[in-house]
């Protein structure tokens, strides 16, 4: 505001609009609509599952809106404007519902810190229903290794995890920790999160290991296109799936999965001695608990 005295108008005169469109929608109290969710740990293909899905006519896919993100970040936040938190979240799933045709089954892919409001998100409607991807520690690991840029991406989202809910790791100093330590405590604290959240969900939510998705998609699909029900033809998703076997999803460069198999074994090669330490922290930190290497409920 000091820097930029008009956002201040700005800001003001947005909350009054926001205000408006709540009393609207209260006025309106429209039915919510199931949409289908899926949730992630990051660098696991969700990408390109949100692609592989996007089916005009058939499915109408939200990718990652930055509303729920934000309402995610904010959802333990103690200042006072979180007391508008559900009306505005309310109205941001109904109009995140909102497909080309009444035919178009919603499918919200999220960005992987909103896993803290699953349990919002499917108590809306009891249509609605949610896949978890996910991926190992280890793939998870040279993920973030291969990828300088992704170990401060690591730091930032453990700020915004929030570790009460999660029993295993409420005393861990996440300050202290080195760079992979700091990966495989996100990775945990993203397990943890989806173990307790299928426990609860019941039978509401299903998983998918990302390695399942990557070697056999046609089967992965065919279990994910009959969970959400989605009517489309299957000879569709098979384009789809071969549209994108050469090309890079995120780039739009060629792409060569045995290639990037390679670089990623390459990868765990010259870091083998960092990923053995994030290794032995996971082993120190879970104890007696065992390390969760496959989610229960898996769609295939």
């Excluded at 993203?190 to 039978?203: F, G, H, K, N, V």
């Excluded at 489309?232 to 998703?237: A, G, K, P, T, V």
């Amino acid at each position: 505001f000091h820097d930029h005295p008009n956002l201040e108008n700005e800001s003001k005169a947005f909350n009054v609009k926001l205000d408006d469109l709540l009393a609207l929608y209260k006025r309106q109290t429209p039915p919510q609509r199931s949409v289908n969710f899926i949730f992630h740990t990051a660098f696991c293909g969700s990408t390109l599952l949100g692609k592989y899905l996007e089916n005009p006519g058939w499915t109408f896919v939200y990718r990652e809106p930055a509303i729920l993100t934000s309402l995610a970040l904010l959802r333990f936040e103690p200042a006072s404007y979180t007391d508008q938190w559900q009306d505005i979240f309310e109205l941001m799933l109904a109009l995140l519902s909102r497909t080309n045709s009444c035919n178009e089954v919603p499918i919200i892919k999220l960005h992987d810190g909103c896993s803290c409001i699953i349990d919002n998100l499917l108590s809306m409607n009891p249509d609605s229903k949610g896949l978890i991807l996910y991926s190992d520690w280890h793939s998870f690991l040279v993920s973030i290794l291969r990828n300088p840029y992704r170990r401060k991406w690591v730091r930032n989202r453990l700020k915004s995890t929030d570790f009460r809910k999660i029993d295993l790791l409420r005393n861990v100093n996440i300050h202290s920790l080195i760079d992979v330590e700091a990966a495989a405590c996100l990775w945990l604290a993203q397990i943890y999160t989806y173990l307790t959240a299928l426990e609860r969900q019941d039978r509401r939510l299903y998983n998918l290991d990302c390695c399942l998705l990557f070697q056999s998609p046609q089967k992965a699909l065919r279990a994910i296109i009959d969970y959400f029900c989605i009517s489309s033809s299957f000879e569709d998703i098979i384009d789809t799936l071969k549209r994108y076997e050469r090309v890079h999803v995120k780039t739009g460069h060629k792409y060569d999965s045995k290639a990037r198999a390679r670089y990623n074994e390459f990868i765990g090669k010259i870091y083998k001695s960092e990923i053995r330490i994030a290794y032995e922290w996971i082993e120190k930190v879970t104890g007696e608990s065992s390390l969760i290497t496959e989610l229960p409920l898996s769609i295939c």
